[in-house]
């Protein structure tokens, strides 16, 4: 070898290693919490406000793919509430929106008219279903089912504001 192609190859060595570092720094910024950890405790903190309100519901943990985690079904609770509840967690991971938000896209004059029929009723557009994100990137999605619109959707927001304070 020449002294050129060992200039050549320790640069491009060096070149690698420097890509090689600067991937793994990115990596450390894209790792999510994991929710998988946090389900207890999120859905703890949902029975908890369902105890405060007095009310009985169903919780549904999903992750990005709409996959139960965790679901709980608190006693006394509507037999509908355990179907609604997964219903309105795989909505807002579905439609990357809260549950409650679609309704006024699914009224007869608006653009996803006929969204909860077509999708045999797998999409709902009642509240208490929202999407969980973490750097940007949704990780899974609460739905509770149980009480009246405002109380899931508290229910909801409470279970989850340590890790997605918006």
């Known amino acids: 070898m020449t002294q050129n192609q060992n200039q050549i190859d320790e640069i491009l060595l060096q070149r690698i290693i420097q890509k090689c570092q600067e991937l793994l720094e990115k990596k450390d910024d894209l790792q999510t919490i994991n929710l998988y950890d946090l389900a207890f405790d999120i859905v703890n903190r949902a029975r908890e406000k369902a105890q405060e309100l007095k009310v009985p519901v169903v919780i549904t943990l999903v992750d990005a793919a709409a996959h139960v985690i965790l679901s709980y079904r608190m006693e006394d609770s509507l037999l509908v509430s355990y179907d609604m509840a997964y219903r309105k967690a795989y909505t807002a991971v579905g439609m990357k929106m809260q549950s409650k938000d679609l309704a006024v896209l699914t009224k007869p004059d608006q653009w996803l008219f006929q969204l909860e029929t077509m999708s045999e009723g797998q999409i709902v557009s009642l509240a208490g279903g929202i999407p969980i994100y973490s ?6 999605a609460i739905g509770i089912s149980g009480g009246n619109a405002i109380e899931d959707q508290t229910i909801a ?10």
């Open 157 to 166: 927001e409470y279970a989850i504001e340590k890790i997605h304070p918006n």
């Open 135 to 140: 750097k940007g990137r949704i990780i899974g």
